[in-house]
């Protein structure tokens, strides 16, 4: 996560739009897998499951809500400072296998309420609050700064649509072979 601008953030409502449009195509894709394939590794081409991008995607969400209660509070958020002392991949690394022993029905319905308190309380910011920084001592506007915790290679607030072009294939390639093979083991035992 790169140090964002304030002139490059979106208004509020425009990055709330983008963040709740890429979750929620996130989460229609997810739903489209059989039960077996939500766990099924391989996503990217790499280790986790589409149940361990849920996990990724909702801990930063996680993170940014830390920093609106932190900025609440008048201090900082905690993210910060492990931004600074970790590695992100050691960051993602940690959070995924923490989450790794909830089964995926609990990691979706987590993933949902933790993206829906997160939209209620960047609904509840206000537009003034997004233009300042965090803090006193911030010179990083609020928005911009949430941009940059929930954003990807597209830009500030794109997180979930940076990992489309990973989950998209996946679930091609598993909702159409999983429902084929069903398909051919109910013609078979005709």
Request: positive net charge; aromatic residues 6%; without cysteine.
């Amino acid at each position: 996560m790169g140090a964002a601008r304030a002139d490059e953030a979106p208004g509020r409502r425009r990055a709330m739009r983008i963040l709740d449009d890429g979750m929620r195509e996130v989460f229609t894709l997810y739903d489209r897998l059989p039960a077996r394939a939500r766990t099924t590794p391989g996503l990217g081409g790499g280790e986790w499951s589409p149940k361990d991008l849920l996990g990724h995607l909702e801990s930063w969400q996680e993170y940014a809500l830390e920093a609106l209660d932190a900025w609440q509070e008048g201090h900082g958020p905690a993210i910060d400072a492990v931004i600074w002392s970790t590695s992100t991949t050691a960051l993602n690394r940690e959070a995924v296998a923490r989450k790794a022993p909830r089964r995926a029905a609990d990691q979706r319905r987590r993933a949902e309420a933790t993206h829906g308190r997160l939209m209620v309380r960047l609904e509840a910011f206000g537009d003034a609050r997004w233009r300042r920084p965090g803090t006193a001592r911030g010179r990083t506007a609020a928005g911009a700064r949430l941009g940059d915790l929930l954003g990807g290679p597209g830009g500030l607030f794109r997180h979930a649509e940076a990992h489309l072009r990973q989950l998209r294939p996946f679930i091609e390639e598993r909702a159409g072979t999983e429902a084929a093979g069903s398909g051919a083991a109910v013609r078979r035992r005709r």
